[in-house]
């Protein structure tokens, strides 16, 4: 007489103690305690009255800790988690609008010709000249042996500097260092953003009717970057021509006037 079929019990993928996760999390026993009575926490297997863990209790507190040193509170992830108030739609919404505040250009691919000709560069400089232009990200190389230029408008301001006389090298120069300070003063701007109305906002939970606030916050925070930074460029460029025109002006004064110039 056969005997039954034997079934195996799949063997569980929870098999951490809670000492075990605390070593694997990075949290202390008494921290993933209190996480777990706030429900923030799955709760463990319980196998012969002793509760195991998993890799998804250890992503949960990866989560929490990340969430965390972003500035959420414990209150902030639990809404969060349990998204009772469309919480997670919302964050979605406010990538997006973060997303649209420097929205990327459609790109322009150009032939190696057709570089040269805009650019009335020669054959010699060409090698060092695209070297140049792709450690800046002005161009990209494709596999099809073209280039491809992330912001055509970029690449048109160089042309039209070029237009003007100065070499090409000289005008990635310029590009780069407009480039140092524009990137100094977004990260100002966005360590501004996150310290004093983010942070805030995620310390207090994240209240439902603060929310067209924020997405407003930060949909304005491009367009008052680019006008405050134009404001302040020009005023600086003004300042400069000026000095400029006057030390012109003094040397021309001075050759005039020096002895034999009549």
């Not at 507190?61 to 965390?68: A, K, M, P, S, T």
């Not at 998204?83 to 691919?109: I, K, M």
């Not at 190389?141 to 042309?159: C, M, Q, V």
């Amino acid at each position: 007489m056969s005997s039954a079929p034997q079934f195996t019990q799949p063997e569980s993928p929870n098999q951490l103690t809670i000492e075990q996760l605390a070593a694997e999390s990075g949290m202390t026993v008494r921290n993933i305690r209190a996480h777990q009575a706030r429900g923030l926490l799955d709760p463990p297997e319980v196998r012969a009255r002793v509760g195991y863990y998993g890799p998804e209790h250890v992503e949960q507190l990866r989560l929490i800790r990340d969430l965390q040193e972003d500035g959420f509170n414990l209150g902030a992830i639990k809404r969060l988690i349990d998204d009772t108030q469309g919480t997670a739609e919302r964050l979605q919404h406010f990538g997006q609008a973060l997303s649209a505040v420097a929205a990327p250009e459609r790109g322009q691919t150009l032939t190696l010709e057709e570089l040269g000709r805009r650019f009335r560069v020669s054959t010699q400089e060409v090698p060092e000249v695209l070297a140049e232009a792709e450690r800046l990200g002005v161009l990209v190389p494709t596999e099809d042996g073209r280039y491809r230029a992330p912001s055509p408008s970029l690449l048109a301001i160089a042309e039209e500097i070029v237009g003007r006389g100065i070499s090409l090298r000289s005008a990635l120069a310029v590009l780069e260092d407009i480039d140092r300070h524009c990137d100094s003063v977004s990260r100002s701007l966005v360590e501004l953003f996150v310290g004093e109305i983010w942070k805030p906002f995620a310390q207090a939970d994240m209240p439902a009717e603060r929310w067209p606030e924020i997405e407003h916050a930060v949909e304005r925070l491009g367009p008052v970057a680019s006008e405050a930074l134009m404001a302040i460029f020009q005023r600086r460029l003004r300042g400069r021509l000026e000095g400029a025109f006057e030390e012109i002006t003094r040397r021309v004064a001075e050759r005039t006037n020096e002895p034999g110039s009549e």
